[in-house]
């Protein structure tokens, strides 16, 4: 099975303006996402469904664009389904919010395939549900995004590495598990540069792929930690090289001892790599 290419930045970008979500694909996110939830008032999601069918036939990588829908089982949610079903152009992936269970996910899916719609769908965690049944979302869904304002307000706490730990690390678990990409939630303290750098160090730590965000300024830290590094990935075929020389056994290379679990890292690293690459590399992104 050839691994699934993980988008390690998303620019998450409000149907408020045709003008505005289409400048947002001048900047260099893998994804660029379509928010028709949080981010736009009641009374212009109508409105708001325009414009992001209108951006969806506008795109030139419509399968790089992700929507972000409303919650499943409000009247919100049903008219996204309804405006996705019958935009001609498809987004590439769909992000589901306040997700509590993985029949949801099912429900969701199957509805759109109905449609012969077929993205790759990404939970937002953000409720206590969401954490109990992490691992049957994790197997339904494509990835995982942390929703970290909804989810500390549930817990009565603030946003913080301590507060979120818990979450984080039942997300890499999960993820890890059954194959899904891993994305951090978006910071909120945009003036404060040195947050984002040591929450992006952090995430990498624990496993996560990406990271969104709502501010274009954040994009190139997120790139640079994020993004398959050239020279990371040439090491780790090199440990591959090494070890199945050694028949799968253990191997010496550059004084270092590798065998069979650095080379399982390894094949992962490669072949996540090359899945980035060739979906999100210069010349897949939008």
Partial sequence: MSARAIPRSILYTPALSLERVVKAWSYDADVHLIDLEDAVPPQEKAAARVVCRTALEQAPCPENIAVRVNQLGTLAAVHDLVALAGSPVKPGFVVMTMVESAVEVDLFRATLAEAGAHPQIYVTVETVAAIREMDAIAAAADGLVLGSADLAATLGVEITWAGMLAARQ???????????????????????????????E????????????????????????????????RQARRVTEAVGSANGGIAVLDGNMVGPPFARLARATVAQGDAWTERFGNGGRP
């Fill in 202 to 233: 952090r995430v990498r730590e624990l496993g996560f792929h990406g990271k969104a965000t709502v501010h274009p300024s954040e994009l190139g830290a997120i790139n640079a930690a994020l993004r398959p590094d050239p020279e990371r990935v």
């Fill in 170 to 200: 039942a997300m890499a678990l999960a993820c890890a598990r059954h194959g899904g990409g891993c994305v951090d939630t978006a910071n909120f303290r945009l003036g404060e540069p040195a947050v984002l750098a040591e929450e992006v």
